[in-house]
């Protein structure tokens, strides 16, 4: 079976921090890209951050970027999402996706995680 498993999630307050998993099963996890998306109530679904599979090169949303630290353990078949000096706006329900590269089109993406719910209280 391809699963990906995105976990992690909670509630924590502005300016803190949370570490979301992608636990992945069923398909060679080094030979793909993994994406972090995340979708709030009533907006569009927007990609996060993304980690390449041939060298590791990562991608972050200008929103993202030096907040947000995205990395993988081939051997444990999991990545990650670091996320630090969190602020309402993050709010929103988050996936993990898997893909060939790093594309910029959500629906280029093979597989898809259940997602996990980030609030952050103000």
């Known amino acids: 079976d391809v699963q990906l498993q995105a976990s992690g999630g909670g509630l924590v307050q502005t300016g803190g921090s949370l570490r979301l998993s992608c636990a992945a099963s069923?398909?060679?996890?080094?030979?793909?890209?993994i994406g972090w998306f995340r979708q709030a109530p009533g907006k569009e679904r927007e990609e996060v951050s993304c980690?390449?599979?041939?060298?590791?090169?990562?991608y972050y949303t200008a929103s993202a970027k030096g907040r947000f630290t995205i990395s993988r353990d081939d051997a444990k078949s999991t990545a990650y999402l670091q996320m630090n000096s969190l602020k309402p706006e993050d709010t929103a329900v988050y996936y993990c996706?898997?893909?060939?590269?790093?594309?910029?089109?959500?629906?280029?993406?093979?597989?898809w995680g259940q997602g996990t719910q980030v609030t952050v209280s103000s």
């Open positions: 980690i390449a599979s041939s060298d590791a090169k990562t």
């Open positions: 996706a898997a893909a060939g590269a790093c594309y910029h089109h959500d629906y280029l993406y093979t597989s």
């Open positions: 069923g398909f060679a996890f080094d030979d793909y890209a």
